[in-house]
């Protein structure tokens, strides 16, 4: 399967054009779409840019929640079903005039909210690698339509591991960068102290050169970082010997994970193999202690935090500036009607979480609390990172879970194994998954998490690893064509 | 009697090119709808960018208010539904305010008191909603205008003193720039808190909130309904809920809006989309600076620098720019009195007439003192300079030009009125000797003069000269 840097050099050759490119984007979008539903919006007219971007020409996915004016943007829910937006993201801009091809807006958990692709409003998302698999979530149709070849990238929001989770199930690479390094103008907020623009590609270069195209300081978005002067794909081949990795001994010791079944031991046992891997080709690696404690708060710390900003950040979906107007007698019957009628269940509860976590009387002992044990997990980390360059772990303790295992993942037992790559969430830490092989059939992940502002090395680190491993453009046998 | 204890929440909008979080223009509109951005519409995916010179603003009628400024700004959330709130949440300061713990000295009935500030906060204001039979309409135009609160502590005791710190909280928008303050335009706009209490009681009563009084007169009505009506109750042995009310300015009574058990829970928490705002020394310094003497202080240096009355002081305060001319004048070495004299009734008499500004009026300070001068100096009549005052401004001419054109200037010159008073003296020998015997026909001699040099000659040196030259004969 092609890379964006193989595609460049056909295109520069003239071996190949943009229009072909897109048509056969299209083509294989619209064939999918039954079978695996990447999409909310296929775009059969080709849009292009002039421009020297190595991006140009190339055709690409875009999560449906981002705002791209005249284009219907749905973010997979009720409530935004013929929401047309009138402005667009600064990442889509970008992505406009570096000549990339949007092909189409993929579909998501309803609001970016769930981590199964099953509960946007136009249906499920199905695993490339097996049918009866889910992708994962929130990014679900912008990791398929990466894991089947239908684009070589995709555009995609992490607010938990929304990237970096399904990218992982879908044996693609799926990159955040730091807090602020991509503005999230445009980007429908979730929960916007996690929330994060990211990537989904075929290989680790490209996820530089997508992230090229994408940073910046944007005057629209006063969380985003100010300008750096080098391209990531310029340092991606750096020398890393001595560069220092750390694992966390209380997410990946074995001992732990006596009941678990084969396929925990087994994706151990890979990750284990990976390490050995690491330090073959010149990378320090050492096991570190994390306090168990500490681990187990991710998750609930997470929950509590990102519902109360979710419930907040969704407040504006009332049916009135627009959106279905709701009916009724007065105006508290009638936004009542259009939230009632908008939202599905899932995120009813969550708005009802976050609701009751912000009351005044709650306020001190969950969300506070909660802000606080973010706050003393980050320290951790960048004491960790102050020796160590990156940390790298298994992106999950599972493979993409089947339709019906939903019950069997929120287990006590993998909690911390499931959920710890929110720690780049709290902490704006760039972060990356790449495929660590497969178990079952099925492809597994490992992620690397590195230092904040430093994209450039946790890119260089994870291409380094990834020539290591071999594990390249992934695809199904059946899908490349 | 009970002591009347009463509270306020003064909302005014800032003045700025854009609004608090958008680009939109922030400029009042008679079309709604007009002034809107995606921010100000609450579309999903925008964000909030901080204004500037809203924020710079803010800093300056805090340090106006005699606050502390603290060493980081932030902003909250204050989340509630609302179709005239498009975001679900409108954006305030909750955890790190502009400023804490200030205040501001007024007088009232010639009575000095200070008013204590609890603290000055920036946030954003609302669409507006106009109701109809059976359907509302919304303009945003309105919706993210930056605006700031002023919150007092309970410490004022009548209608008077409210009114008077409103007065004076307008007086320090309008020169420090910050506001137009213009209630006709809804730009300031007042909640109202008021309780009772025993004399001698030590806990403050019950209180009662009005909200969004949109004119000084409706808050001195609101006022006095209330504690009309709450003493009332409590005369009759009631107690007074806690509530919010509405005071409605039709029949200028108050109306149950929400008791306290349906107050809203805002569940406030810290705006994530704004980094925390670092102030620097330098830039206080930098703003402080900035701020005028405001009018309180003028007030005093009139009185006791310059021997003003308070209510000639009141009056020239009371338009920066006028008070600003008043000062010019001194720095001329005007008579402070004169001056103040000339303004409150010649100028202002003028502009108020002809609803002109200073700044519109062709006669310049300079000007201003020129004319006195020469009243003062006796080189015209005070009764003359008004109408020198009249000719200068509607003929855009100086007074020097406009005194000769008249022909007005005044004899003062020594020999040439006693050169006269000489010649009349030798003709009538004969009313000399009539004075000598005591009749008075000193007034004769006068009117002569006068008659001889077309009144131009100045009524005391001719006296004068008339008195010594009879005693020489």
Known sequence: ????????????????????????????????????????????????????????????????????????????????????????????????????????????????????????????????????????????????????????????????????????????????PTYGRISRYGLFAFASSLDHVGCFTRCVKDAAIVTDVLKGKDERDMTSLPDEDIKYIDVIDNDIKGKKLFYIKEITDPELYKEAGNETLEILNKFKETIKRCKKIGFDVEEVSFDEKLLKAIYPSYMTISCAEATSNNSNLTGIPFGPRGEGNNINEIMFDARTKGFSELIKRRFILGSYILQRENQERLFKNAQRLRRIIVDKMNELFKYYDAMILPASGGVAPTFDSEIDR???????LENHMAIG?????????????????MPIGINITGRVFEDGLTLNIANKIEEELGYKGLIKEEYDV | MYKVVIGLEVHCEVKTNSKNFSSARNTYSEYPNENIDTVDIGLPGILPVANKDAFRKSLKMALALNCKTPDIVMFDRKNYYYPDLPKGYQITQETKQVGVNGYVMINVNGEDKKVEINNIHLEEDTASLDHFGNYSLIDYNRAGVPLLETVTEPCLHSADEAITFLEALKGIFLYTGVSEARTDRGQ??????????????????????????????????????????????????????????????????????????????????????????????????????????????RIQKYMNEYGLSRYDSDIIVRDKKVSDYFEETIKLKVNPKSSANFITTMILGYLNKYEKTIDELYLTPQML????????????????????????????????????????????????????????????????????????TFDYFVGQVMKQTRGQ?????????????????
């Open chain 1, 1 to 176: 399967m092609k890379t964006i840097l193989e595609l460049r050099k056909e295109l520069d050759e003239s071996k190949i054009t943009s229009d072909e490119l897109f048509k056969e984007a299209n083509l294989k979008a619209h064939k999918y779409q039954d079978e695996f539903n990447s999409f909310v919006t296929i775009l059969d007219e080709k849009k292009e840019e002039k421009s020297d971007s190595l991006l140009s020409g190339i055709p690409y996915a875009l999560k449906d929640n981002f705002s791209t004016k005249g284009i219907l943007s749905t973010a997979s829910s009720n409530i935004l079903k013929d929401y047309v937006p009138v402005y667009d993201a600064t990442i889509y801009k970008k992505l406009k005039s570096a000549g990339a091809l949007l092909v189409g807006k993929t579909v998501l958990d309803e609001l970016a909210m769930g981590g199964t692709g099953t509960t946007g409003h136009t249906g499920i998302v199905r695993n490339p690698w097996n049918k009866n698999h889910e992708i994962g979530g929130s990014s679900a149709g912008s990791a398929c339509a990466v894991a089947l070849g239908i684009v070589p990238f995709s555009i995609g929001s992490d607010t938990g591991d929304s990237i970096r989770k399904p990218a992982a199930f879908g044996g693609v690479v799926g990159f955040k």
């Open chain 1, 410 to 416: 929120m287990s006590d037992r993998y909690l911390i």
């Open chain 1, 425 to 441: 969430n709290f902490g704006g830490f760039p972060s990356i998954t790449i495929p660590n092989g497969f178990v079952d059939g």
């Open chain 2, 188 to 297: 300031m706009r007042c909640d109202v808190n008021v309780s009772l209490m025993e004399e001698n009681a030590t806990e403050l009563g019950t209180k009662v909130e009005m909200k969004n009084i949109n004119s000084f007169n409706n808050v001195r009505l609101a006022i006095e309904y209330e504690i009309k009506r709450q003493t009332e109750i409590l005369k009759s042995g009631g107690k007074v809920m806690q509530e919010t009310r509405r005071f409605d300015d039709e029949d200028l009574k108050t109306y149950p809006m929400r008791s306290k058990v349906d107050a809203v829970d805002y569940k406030y928490y810290i705006e994530p989309n704004i980094p925390p705002i670092k102030i620097e020394n330098s830039l206080i310094d930098e703003i402080r600076s900035e701020i005028p003497m405001l009018q309180y202080e």
């Open chain 2, 369 to 440: 003192c020129e004319l006195i001068h020469m009243v003062d100096e006796g080189k015209i009549s005070s009764k003359q300079s008004k109408q020198v005052f009249f000719k200068c401004i509607e003929e855009n001419k100086e007074p020097k030009i406009v005194v000769k054109e008249l022909g007005m200037t005044q004899i003062t010159d020594d020999k040439t009125i006693r050169d006269i008073v000489i010649k009349l003296l030798d003709e009538r020998p004969d009313l000399i000797e009539d004075h000598r015997k005591g009749k008075n």
């Open chain 2, 457 to 473: 000659a100045n009524p005391s040196i001719t006296a004068n000269i008339i008195r010594e030259e009879m005693e020489k004969r």
